[in-house]
């Protein structure tokens, strides 16, 4: 059984104030969401005053991006343990912002997956296909390269949650059908069963990401292989989000 995981990556968005009003609207509305967890992953410079936010509630904190070394002359950078510092469980990890704008190429992302289990944090690993390439018919030669780039047995797989986010879905209000994450999701989910062996890759969750609002969620969360959904933009209304989190709980109960 997996439990969902409903987490929001606020990309650079929220001054402080704003980021504290929100973490106080999710703390008030997800009081009666059973069954999900909750991971937010604000703006690096804001994780420590949000460790104080969560502090009491079930919302876990997560950081957006990391540095592959602990520490050194990396000017502008944040290295993994100072993250951890900070009272973060969670990296994301390959978002395609990070390769697409910031050109990180896939070994320094295998790197980076490396720095977060050894800091002993769970590292949420994105994955996903330009529409170039889903119109080239190249999706899963592409998720299954990313997920050879970025994982291996190496990776402990119970530190380990993968992301599938086509690039083409994301801020873009396009959202991938059920039907075709669903396809997508069970790809990751065999390549997961290769890379590891089947029982880790049945207990490994697969988050959908692009386009997640509270209209499309039951209908991803209904999927078999959709353990819960990355939101971006729904993710920094506290309603939204928290309409999203009740969606998945209603489907994990079985009540939709
Ligand atoms: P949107 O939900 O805004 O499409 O963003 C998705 C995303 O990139 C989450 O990491």
Redesign the pocket.
């Known amino acids: 059984m997996r439990t969902p995981l409903i987490a929001g ?1 606020w ?1 650079m968005h929220k001054m402080l104030a704003e980021a504290r009003e929100l973490v106080a609207g999710i703390a008030k509305g997800i009081q009666n969401i059973e069954g999900v967890e909750v991971l937010i992953c604000p703006p690096t410079q804001h994780l420590f005053p949000m460790a104080k936010a969560v502090a009491g509630t079930r919302i876990m904190l997560g950081a957006q991006n990391a540095h592959e070394e602990d520490q050194g002359a990396f000017t502008g950078e944040v290295s993994v343990p100072m993250l951890k510092e900070t009272g973060c469980t969670h990296v ?1 990890i390959g ?3 990070r390769r697409h704008l910031f050109d990180e190429g896939s070994v320094r992302l295998g790197k980076k997956v490396r720095a977060v289990v050894k800091a002993g944090l769970f590292v949420v690993y ?1 994955v996903g296909e330009t529409l170039e390439d889903r119109e080239a018919d190249r999706t899963h030669e592409v998720v299954e390269r990313q997920l050879d780039e970025g994982i291996g047995t190496d990776v402990p797989a119970d530190r380990l949650i993968v ?1 599938y ?1 086509p690039v083409w ?4 209000g396009k959202t991938a059908t059920p039907q075709q994450a669903q396809e997508v999701h069970a790809l990751v989910r065999a390549k997961l069963a290769a890379i590891y062996d089947q029982a880790t890759a049945d207990r490994t969750r697969i988050l959908y ?4 609002k509270p209209g499309n969620a039951a209908d991803l969360a209904a999927q078999p292989d959709i353990d819960g959904a ?5 993710c920094l209304v506290a309603d939204d989000f928290v309409a999203i989190m009740a969606a998945a709980s209603s489907v994990a109960s079985g009540a939709c």
């Open positions: 990556n990309k994301i978002h395609s912002e994105c992301a986010e879905a994301i801020g873009t990401g692009g386009s997640v990355l939101v971006g933009g729904a």
